[in-house]
Each structure stands twice: as C-alpha cells, then as structure tokens.
C-alpha cells in the first residue's frame, strides 16, 4: 500500500462523527483523539508551529525554503481538510474493503446481510473499471470525506518536508472538527493561519475544482395546536402535524432536492417531528443565486404568515439563520488560483472539471472571513452514507497534485 493509502486507513479507525446542536466545540470528544495523532504526526515529520487548539483546530506551517529576494514573490499557500464525519451515519468500527482492480461490476459489500452495490443504481462506477477501491462493509459510511483530504495534504506535506530540494512557498496546514455540522469555520484563526490564499480538499471524483457553492440558511417551523379528546375535538381540536403537512404542500413541489441539479436551489424538509399540540420542522434552503436565495426565505416566512392568518396568530413560528453564502464573489477577483489547478491537473494528465457545489465547505466561509479558499476533489464518492467509496488511483494523483501547487511556481523563482 502506499502512504497516503496506509494514513487513510489509520484515519477512518477512528471514529470522529460530529454532533448537531451540542454545546461544545469540538461537539464530540472523540474528535479530539485523531486531533492528537495529527499534532504527533506532524510534528515527527519534522512540521512547524505545530499546535492543537483549545477548540480542537490542528494547524503547521512548513516555512519558505526560497531565498529571502525570492521568498516574497510568493504567496503563503493553506490546505485545509476537515477531520469529523457526517452525523448521518455511524462512523464507528469501520471496516474499509480494498476491490483490487474493479471489474465494472456490482461489488457485494456484505454477503451476510446481503449489501450490494449496484450498477443500476450507480451507473458512474463504470469509470472505474481497473482501479483499486476502497469500499465500506455495508454497515458504516467509510470516512473518505474528509479523511481521505486529510490523508492526502499529510502524505503531500511529508513529501515535501523530506525533499528539501523542492523550493516552495510558505505552507500552512489546517485541519478543522465539526465541518458536517456546519460548523467547522466557527473558530478557525484566519489571521493566526498565516496564509495568504488556501484550498480546501474536501471534494468529490478526481478532476473536480469548485469556486462556487450554495448560499445557504436553515429554517426553523414550530406549529402549535391545540390537543383535546378526540370525541369531543369538533370546532377544537387543532392537531399541528396537519398544519405541518399543509406547510410542507405549499411549498414548490419540484424545488426539493430529489427534483434538483446543477444551479437548481431546494428547499429540504430535514426533519420532522410532533404532535397534536406541538410540531417542529427543520428546514434547509439553498441557491447559488442571491437573489432566489432571498425569495426562497421570504416565500418560507409568507407561508407561515398565511397559515396564522388562517389559524390564527401565533399558531406558525419560523426562525431562519443564514449558515453560509456563494464564495464566488470572493474567488473572481482571484482567479490565478483556479488556472493554477487546472495548469497542475492537466500537467498530471488529469481533467479538470469546475462545477458547483451542490452543498458548502469550510472555505465557503473562510472566504468571507477573508481567505479566499476554493475547493479541490479527494477522489470520494457516495460521501455520508454505507456505498461510500475513494480510489487508490485518485488518492495518489491527489497528492501529486497537492506537491505540486506547493512548489513554487517556475515564473515565480530563479531555475
């Protein structure tokens, strides 16, 4: 196996699956115990500045090895991958299957409780006829995102730590907990980063370079009713899971995930769950586009007026909290970062692919926050759920892409 491989399944033996709505940061202890092999890792590698903060971040720097003319002629460069996993599925005692050279075929992933992954239903796999996978056992997802980031900037950055004679840049190296909560960002030092510019490797099939994503909120519905027996609930009885279903019918039918693609926004009901006298709706809202963003959460706010003016004042509640917004506006003015990849790629006979984010990442915020920071692939797929999966092939290609956006472009330094 190689390293990257090796790092990858030591990662995903650990379990970091994050939690919503806790009150810490990490949101799950166990984080902490992959934040604390990294640091070591790290710094056996011979990293500086190395250090674990009190919130869980993991960041390093590599120091410039260009002569002091030179050294300031390029920017400090980030790569950052987050180190939880999706509360969606269970992360623990993961048994990750290496499929040696794929067939094209369906892959059985457990014959005892009869888990199959299918062609069928996931026809792309065809493209990876002759390469090496690595699939879960049909029981957990596999932790590819983001581990499989995280284990490609590692084996990157030992790399160059131990080829001294590639000259680079300044490089500053950031792992973050809680990314899958949607709070990865929270408290990541951008100042103290040190970085000038950064990428996030927290993408999907090789080739994949992303600068845009969704603007994206959560909505909140709380419905009160009013619970009574049923024998006498004539003319009383208000029973709030109903108003929660008319609610749900309102909204567009076609803008919903499973009818979307592309540039297509959604409205998701996440979560759903009540009785006669109380409901409660969880509501994620996503669009590229600004202002259909804003009319998706005004349109949301004039249905649950609609519904008090029906039932009543009081009886609809909605709260809407803006989690991120489109890093388009912030990557535009710094393009030289996306012809950088694509240069990179295609010099690694790899095709570059830019398309939208259908979901967010830690740069999307981190750009706001002033480190333009767009998105590159890790080779996953079927990320969140048990047919998650990640070439061999991908992975090692990744980390030839990664040393060489490290180096220090040619234009940039003396031969």
């Not at 300031?72 to 790569?79: D, H, N, Q, S």
């Not at 004042?313 to 989690?323: A, K, L, N, Y």
């Amino acid at each position: 196996m190689s390293q990257v491989v090796d790092r990858f399944l030591q990662y995903v033996s650990f379990d970091t699956q994050s939690e919503e709505g806790a009150a810490k940061q990490p949101s799950t202890d166990k984080q902490w115990e992959l934040a604390r092999l990294l640091k070591q890792e790290l710094e056996e590698l011979g990293a500086e500045q190395v250090r674990l903060s009190e919130y869980g971040y993991i960041y390093a720097e590599i120091p410039s090895n260009l002569p002091e003319d030179q050294a300031g002629k390029v920017p400090a460069l980030g790569f950052i991958s987050h180190m939880d996993t999706a509360p969606a599925l269970t992360g623990c005692n993961v048994k990750p299957q290496v499929v040696k050279n794929y067939d094209g075929h369906d892959i059985c992933l457990n014959a005892e409780k009869q888990i199959t992954m299918r062609i069928s239903e996931f026809p792309f796999l065809e493209r990876y006829k002759g390469q090496d996978l690595i699939t879960t056992d049909g029981t957990t997802l596999l932790g590819a995102d983001d581990k499989a980031g995280v284990a490609e900037i590692m084996t990157a950055a030992a790399y160059l730590l131990s080829h001294k004679e590639i000259p680079h840049g300044k490089i500053c190296i950031g792992f973050t907990p809680d990314e899958e909560i949607g709070c990865g960002a929270d408290r990541f030092e951008v100042e103290n980063f040190g970085a000038q510019f950064a990428y996030t490797v927290d993408g999907g099939e090789l080739g994949e370079v992303e600068y845009e994503n969704f603007n994206a909120a959560s909505a909140v519905v709380t419905i009160h009713g009013c619970s009574m027996h049923t024998g006498d609930a004539k003319q009383g009885m208000v029973n709030s899971m109903l108003i929660g279903m008319e609610y749900q019918q309102i909204l567009p039918t076609f803008e919903n995930p499973m009818y979307t693609e592309g540039y297509e926004g959604f409205f998701h009901l996440d979560h759903f769950n009540g009785d006669v006298e109380t409901s409660m709706m969880k509501y994620l809202i996503r669009d590229h586009d600004m202002e259909k963003f804003e009319k998706k959460k005004e349109q949301m706010r004039q249905i649950a007026a609609f519904l008090n003016q029906k039932y009543g004042d009081g009886t609809v509640e909605i709260e809407i909290r803006d989690s991120y917004f489109n890093m388009k506006e912030k990557i535009k003015p710094h393009m030289q970062l996306i012809d950088r990849v694509c240069s990179a790629m295609k010099e690694l006979d790899v095709e570059p692919v830019i398309r939208p984010i259908r979901g967010g990442t830690d740069g999307a915020r981190l750009s706001y926050e002033g480190l333009p920071c767009p998105n590159l692939c890790t080779g996953g797929a079927n990320f969140h759920g048990k047919y998650e999966f990640i070439s061999i092939q991908s992975m090692e290609k990744i980390v030839e892409l990664l040393v060489k956006l490290m180096t220090a472009p040619k234009t940039e330094r003396k031969e």
